[in-house]
């Protein structure tokens, strides 16, 4: 398949970041256009009616989202949602550094249909080059009169602000983003009730991912027929995806939704070093179940993933060949989340630093086959019993390694540690 | 000063003061270099809240420091994708061999300090290391020596 990039079409032009280049080609039309020709009620129909679906992870329909906003002149927020922790995730460094103009135009957009007054875009602390950028970005787009006061001489006024993170992968989820955002400790809120209806110090909010947001110019500017019948009848759309683990071309790569896993792998991104063959595919970033080489011909878009029980989350694909040994990689994932555990609910905390404690025990050699029960055991307690989904999502990841890869770890345990190290 | 042009500029309307505060802490972390009790007291004053509030925010965030650290600041990611793709191990051996500290320490003469950290969102263009504000890819041994003599060479 050869597709002609919309994402990141720019992102390879010398100065991508800058406005000049971004105005040069079509950068800030779709605003003029939304401010012009719409009334915010149209602009949440025209992206209802494109199908577009979040690109942070749950892929939840962005125009139902924008139509949970309240209509009232009361005060709301936007954020952009720049923390890109997910390990295998790195599209939205790419996009906020290379080309932060069409993120904040889609905001922009964003905005003024939900009727927003105030953007926060909330940075990951470790994304310096990205801060900088968004900096000047947003200083730029003010200067030109595409922030602040009657934006392009409609009426319209809206902020935009900068925050940064300071190293806390959970500060992604969206409400351990606004209490961070709050000057609070990142830890998450119970749902409901959502940040639509209670955000931001109580106000609406509306969350987006980064890459979500740059579609929206896309759709203003083209119609939203164009944009659906991008992708799948319901993955619309084009999606950046990022591949690394055991593969010649590591990278982003932008196909749309519905692309079979195979023909990335092989035909873009130039298959596995030394011909060796695939083991598995984490799909969707760390917090996914992987696949397995019999499963290379799935399609990349929402419904063949949970179809096959995992996910595309951030479409981050990770790629382990046939020497990969799968209970180092299960440690790995369960080292991370124990990490990045908030702590404020008991089977998450307790959990992830129990699975590392088991994991690491089978690894050294030191298993029994208890151990697998006990794992089993661990990923029961947690799945629906934690507060935000970052349980569920240990569970797909620890669990789903080892659902999938059991024979795996029976012979570590058979054997008193790794075949493979030896 | 035009909004936004400052991370973490706040309009006036804000609802509470308190939203400042990661803001705060950075300023407070870059000033003294590490957040001091006396440096989070400053920050609790100018905030109006209390000591232990600020404490207890600032020490959930990784990037707050509570203890002094090197001047420069050595991440090596060692996540799942830059392990698999390699590298990792042999840069972050590299480094505890030639600056003669292990993950977490700090060299004798306060210059460097190294840490392992989970992903630095450059997955695809390991490995990665980040020193202070600036990300590193793609890094062969002979590079990273250049650019720790490069670091050793300044005052
Ligand atoms: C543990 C956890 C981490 C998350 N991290 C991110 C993140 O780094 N970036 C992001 O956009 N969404 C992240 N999300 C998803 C957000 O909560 C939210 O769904 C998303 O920002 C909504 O944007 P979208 O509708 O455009 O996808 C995370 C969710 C969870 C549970
Ligand atoms: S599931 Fe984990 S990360 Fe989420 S709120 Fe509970 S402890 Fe925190
Ligand atoms: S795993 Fe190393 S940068 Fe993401």
Not at chain 1, 7 to 34: F, H, Q
């Amino acid at each position: 398949m050869t597709f002609e990039p919309i994402l990141l079409k720019r992102t390879s032009l010398p100065r991508s970041d800058s406005i000049d280049v971004y105005l040069e080609n079509d950068g800030y039309a779709a605003l003029a256009r939304a401010l012009r020709e719409y009334a915010p009620g149209d602009l949440i129909e025209m992206v209802k009616a494109s199908k577009l679906r979040g690109r942070g992870g749950a892929g939840f329909p962005a125009g139902a989202k924008w139509g949970f906003m309240p209509r009232n002149d009361g005060l709301k927020y936007l954020c952009v949602n720049t923390d890109e922790g997910e390990p295998g995730t790195f599209k939205d460094r790419e996009l906020a550094e290379k080309d932060p103009h069409q993120i904040i135009e889609g905001a922009i957009i964003a905005a003024y249909a939900v009727g927003a007054e105030r953007a926060f875009v909330y940075i990951r602390g470790e994304f310096f080059q990205g801060i900088k950028s968004w900096i000047k970005a947003i200083a730029d787009a003010y200067a030109r009169g595409f922030l602040g006061q009657n934006i392009l001489g409609s009426g319209y006024d809206l902020n935009m602000s900068v925050h940064r993170g300071a190293g806390a992968y959970i500060c992604g989820e969206e409400t351990a983003m606004i209490n961070s955002l709050e000057g609070r400790r990142g830890e998450p809120r119970l749902k409901p009730p959502y940040p639509t209806d209670n955000g931001y110090w109580g106000h609406p909010t509306l969350v987006h991912n980064v890459e979500t947001l740059a579609n929206i110019p896309h759709i203003v500017r083209h119609g939203p027929a164009w944009f659906a019948n991008i992708g799948t009848e319901k993955s619309t759309g084009p999606k950046i995806f990022c591949v690394s683990g055991h593969v010649y071309r590591r990278g982003v790569y932008e196909f749309p939704l519905g692309i079979s896993l195979r023909e990335l792998l092989y035909e873009h991104a130039g298959g596995v070093p030394g011909g060796k063959a695939i083991k598995a595919v984490i799909p969707g970033g760390a917090s996914t179940s992987p696949l397995t080489a019999d499963q290379l011909d799935i399609t990349l878009d929402f419904e063949s993933l949970e179809g096959a029980g995992t996910a595309l989350g951030t479409g981050a694909i990770i790629v382990l060949d046939e020497d990969t040994c799968m209970v180092d990689v299960a440690r790995r994932s369960a080292r991370f989340f124990a990490h990045e555990s908030c702590g404020q609910c008991t089977p998450c905390r307790v959990g992830t630093q129990r699975a590392v404690d088991v994991l690491e025990g089978i690894e050294a050699g030191r298993g029994v086959p208890e151990d697998l029960d006990r794992l089993e055991m661990l990923c029961h307690g947690m799945l629906g019993n934690t507060f935000c989904p970052m349980g569920d999502a240990v569970v797909s990841a620890i669990g789903g390694i080892l659902m999938r890869f059991r024979d795996e770890f029976e012979q570590h345990i058979r054997q008193a540690g790794c075949a493979r190290a030896a | 000063m035009e909004p936004g042009l400052e991370p973490g500029h706040y309009a006036v309307t804000d609802p509470a003061k308190r939203s400042m505060l990661l803001t705060a802490l950075y300023m407070a972390q870059e000033q003294y270099g590490y957040l001091s009790p006396e440096a989070m007291e400053r920050v609790a004053r100018r905030l109006s809240m209390s000591p232990r509030e600020v404490y207890n925010t600032a020490t959930f965030y990784s990037m707050f420091r509570t203890e002094p650290v090197g001047r420069h600041v050595i991440q090596v990611c060692e996540g799942l994708s830059c392990h698999l793709a390699g590298g990792a191990e042999d840069l972050f051996d590299f480094l505890m061999e030639r600056l003669g500290i292990g993950a977490g320490q700090t060299t004798g003469d306060g210059r460097f300090t190294l840490q392992m950290v989970q992903c630095l969102a450059a997955c695809g263009s390991s490995p990665a290391m980040r020193i202070n504000d600036t990300l590193y890819t793609n890094l062969t041994l002979g590079q990273v020596d250049t650019i720790l003599q490069e670091l050793e060479e300044r005052p």
